[in-house]
């Protein structure tokens, strides 16, 4: 399974960005859809989560500003970002997982840079 993430750019503080995440080749059947973003440094941070049935999970950070959503019909993921801020630069990944032979395999994306920049 491949995900290919795109959609990433230089924005200024205030406007919006859309990020799109699709999964490809032999998918079973995808369960837990996130975004990670990693600012330089070690630490990669949970940005939001979606599972299978919806249910949606925010880090406090980005709460109210993002919103993440799926497409199960197509694979893919969305993460829609509203007012950001400077401190929202980081490269942002995308992961996805699923459940073979009761074994939870998680897949990563290449990442995609975001800057917030006047």
């Known amino acids: 399974v491949q995900l290919q993430a795109y959609g990433g750019g230089l924005v200024q503080p205030g406007g919006p960005l859309r990020l799109s995440c699709a999964a490809s080749?032999?998918?079973?059947?995808?369960?837990?859809m996130r975004w990670y973003r990693q600012a330089p440094g070690p630490q990669r941070e949970l940005a939001a989560s979606?599972?299978?049935?919806?249910?949606?999970n925010y880090a406090d950070s980005v709460k109210g500003r993002f919103t993440i959503s799926r497409d199960n019909a197509k694979n893919t993921v969305y993460l829609q970002m509203n007012s950001l801020k400077p401190e929202d630069t980081a490269v942002y990944y995308c992961?996805?997982?699923?459940?073979?032979?009761?074994?939870?395999?998680?897949?990563w994306g290449q990442g995609t840079q975001v800057t917030v920049s006047s």
């Open positions: 992961y996805a997982d699923e459940v073979r032979r009761g074994v939870t395999v998680g897949y």
């Open positions: 080749g032999n998918i079973f059947n995808i369960n837990n």
């Open positions: 979606i599972t299978s049935g919806g249910s949606t």
